[in-house]
């Protein structure tokens, strides 16, 4: 069984940046797709960016395009999401699963709230 551990959230102010990890263990994960995803207080969970076993297709929500880069490090079983620009729209818990189906039960998340 897939265990998600997310972290790197935290406080920051509009216009500021950070570097969200999420850690898969008990199975590699190297062949699946990856996703970010994040729930806004009240809101649904929506997709945030994917990322392809090798790293190379990556996609984003137009919410966060070209602000947002997933990148992958499949030895260490770790997917990332910087966040580059941040906005108080991009308050919410930050999630990671398989794309575009979760295959795993859901980490915790890791929280991120973005002052104005």
């Known amino acids: 069984q897939v265990q998600l551990v997310e972290s790197g959230g935290g406080l920051v102010q509009a216009g500021g940046s950070l570097r969200l990890s999420c850690t898969a263990s008990?199975?590699?994960?190297?062949?699946?797709?990856m996703g970010w995803y994040r729930r806004a207080s009240g809101e649904k969970r929506e997709f945030v960016a994917f990322?392809?076993?090798?790293?190379?297709?990556?996609n984003y929500a137009d919410s966060v395009k070209g602000r947002f880069t997933i990148s992958r490090d499949n030895p260490k079983n770790t997917v990332y999401l910087q966040m580059n620009s941040l906005k108080p729209g991009d308050t919410a818990i930050y999630y990671c699963?398989?794309?575009?189906?979760?295959?795993?039960?859901w980490g915790q998340g890791t929280q991120v709230t973005v002052s104005s």
């Open positions: 990322a392809s076993p090798s790293g190379r297709t990556t």
């Open positions: 699963n398989s794309y575009p189906q979760s295959r795993w039960p």
């Open positions: 008990g199975r590699t994960f190297s062949t699946y797709d």
